[in-house]
């Protein structure tokens, strides 16, 4: 009762708290689900809480007679604990042959019997104890097991990847062989259906300039961006600004070749991977340049060939560090 209790406080925390962003996408009903979850356990908690003085059956027969043959414990109570018929099969002793039968039905009082029906061998109704809940330092430990596991996790688990954790996931991504991927939905631009195709100003209506002059684009988008040759065809030379973390391109490997990541969760952070874009500075590196930093980006995209795939490439000329975005997670 008492960890359900806290494993209800526990889901409720980390979604009134926010803690839950770092985890579940905002899309869909996953956090919801969190919260319902967390209020019914508190809710089984407090009802079996409120239960647990209420005396209750153990499926065994404690009555005087059993099941109305006197037979629950083995022992025929109907007679004070053993039955005295002609064969006397309960006690062992054989009432038949010796004369003794009669005698108790004729004068019951009249000899010291010693199996008479008040004889030594009791049988209370309550005289074996049938005990279900285990001993009481059994269930503290129990409890104390439970409760440490559900507390360190919540309390110890960080809510986000090691950086050495996404290199390595950026790395593995990296070296899979390049394939096809279609633009999903949220970025697709239609075309013109009077067969002049894809316009910059078609682009432009659905992903509008910053003040400088810029479009603001996300990792993924210039990700996915190389894919489709006539988006490829409108946006190379554009300028963009992306937000993202930074690491040495190990791949191609050259001074002035770093690369942009963003970590895509589709339900939960268990799912997430990387999509990274290359990043070529036209000029001079900046000298403050921090691996695994998040900077802001500004450049100008370019489109190139990797491992046989279309591919983005941004022509970066400056990076200001930033905070990373409050949510990346918007796509799916």
């Known amino acids: 009762m008492a960890v359900l209790i806290l494993w209800a406080v526990a889901m409720v925390w980390f979604y009134a708290s926010g803690r839950i962003d770092k985890y579940l996408v905002g899309q869909g009903t996953f956090r919801i689900q969190v919260l319902i979850a967390g209020l019914a356990l508190g809710v089984l908690g407090w009802f079996n809480w409120s239960m647990r003085a209420l005396n209750a059956g153990c499926g065994h027969d404690h009555s005087g007679d059993g099941d109305g043959d006197g037979d629950s414990c083995g022992h025929d109570h109907r007679s004070g604990g053993h039955s005295h018929a002609a064969d006397g099969p309960c006690c062992g002793h054989d009432h038949g042959d010796h004369g003794h039968a009669q005698a108790h039905a004729d004068a019951p009082d009249s000899h010291a019997h010693p199996h008479s029906r008040t004889h030594s061998h009791e049988h209370a109704p ?183 795939a279309g591919a983005s490439v941004l022509r970066a000329v400056s990076a200001q560090p930033t905070l990373r975005p409050k949510d990346q997670r918007t796509l799916f």
Request: glycine share 8%; hydrophobic share 35%; with cysteine.
């Open 126 to 308: 309550h005289a074996h104890d049938h005990s279900h809940e285990g001993t009481v330092s059994g269930r503290g430990m129990g409890l104390l097991l439970l409760a440490l596991s559900v507390s360190a996790a919540v309390a110890l688990t960080p809510d986000d990847f090691s950086d050495t954790y996404k290199k390595n996931m950026l790395n593995a991504y990296a070296s899979q062989p390049a394939t096809e991927q279609a633009m999903p939905a949220a970025y697709r631009v239609a075309p013109e259906t009077s067969g002049g195709g894809l316009t910059l100003a078609q682009v432009e209506k659905v992903q509008p300039r910053n003040k400088d002059g810029n479009f603001e684009m996300d990792v993924m988008q210039l990700y996915y961006s190389g894919s489709d040759p006539e988006y490829a065809r409108i946006m190379k030379g554009q300028g963009v600004e992306t937000i993202g973390q930074i690491v040495r391109d190990t791949a191609n490997p050259a001074p002035n070749r770093w690369r942009v990541f963003v970590l895509q969760v589709t339900c939960c952070a268990a799912d997430a991977r990387p999509y990274s874009v290359p990043v070529e500075f036209t000029g001079a590196v900046p000298p403050d340049l921090q691996e695994m930093g998040w900077y802001k980006l500004t450049g100008k995209v370019d489109y190139t060939v990797e491992k046989n």
